[in-house]
């Protein structure tokens, strides 16, 4: 079972005030996300930086996410906006190699579809990934991620299966070091990035890895909200 985690207020907060939720969500409906029982986790840990609580992520040769559920459509709320900061790049890091495949912040998004109408190729890549890592995989995943050298807005397909996604908000030496405010149109990045439109949102979170390049990274994110336009 997942192991659950302190995050800070201000992040769920955030979320619940913007996204108007029926019911208000509780901080601890965070959890951490392993990749596999294989990798050794990233620690997650709520932290107060000048006077406001943020999540400080290290990943020492790891990885693991931190996320919670979601269940909603996103035609309420297309607008997703967050702030993050990274203390260096990650040498070597490359999203389009799969053994370079890693990044020092991410904010991933997963969704719901139809698994049965795709095609057989991405059904077995589907399949033999849930058994490998023991847990039901969604139908699709965007994720925004901080490059090394890779054009903000560029879409990279990850390595290993074309259900997963990856646009560049956030490249290079440029802001290291300093929050930095990222605003996106959750479905008009889909559409671009998978070519049809999503379907219900089903979780999302945050992730800082360096299990493929055995690096070191260290990451804060905060703010992370949902709108309407």
């Known amino acids: 079972m ?8 201000l992040l769920a907060a955030s979320f619940t005030a913007a996204a108007a939720l029926a019911a208000p969500v509780s901080p601890s409906g965070w959890i951490e996300v392993k990749i596999s029982e294989d990798k050794r986790p990233t620690v997650y840990r709520e932290v107060r930086e000048h006077g406001h609580a943020v999540v400080h992520a ?22 997703l906006s967050w ?5 260096r790049l990650i040498p ?5 190699v799969g053994n370079r495949e890693d990044s020092p912040a991410r904010v991933i998004l997963a969704f719901d579809g139809d698994v049965e109408k ?39 397909e990850n390595p290993h299966t074309r259900r997963v996604q990856m646009i560049v908000v956030s490249s ?10 990222v605003a996106r149109d959750v479905v008009a990045d889909y559409e671009h990035a998978f070519g ?34």
């Open 92 to 96: 070597g890091a490359d999203n389009a």
């Open 58 to 79: 290290v990943a020492e040769a790891s990885a693991s996410g931190l996320g919670r559920k979601a269940d909603f459509d996103l035609k309420d709320r297309p607008l």
């Open 118 to 156: 795709l095609p057989l190729r991405d059904r077995t890549v589907i399949r033999m990934s849930e058994k490998l890592s023991g847990r039901k995989l969604p139908y699709a995943t965007l994720m925004y991620v901080w490059a090394n050298r890779a054009p903000v807005d560029t879409v990279i």
């Open 196 to 229: 049809t439109e999503p379907g219900r949102l089903l979780a999302y979170g945050v992730m800082t890895d360096t299990d493929n390049t055995g690096e070191t990274a260290e990451a804060w994110y905060a703010d992370l909200k949902f709108r309407a336009r």
């Open 2 to 9: 997942p192991r659950r985690v302190s995050v800070p207020t």
């Open 172 to 181: 290079g030496e440029a802001g290291v070091g300093r929050w930095q405010t």
């Open 83 to 87: 702030r993050w900061k990274v203390s």
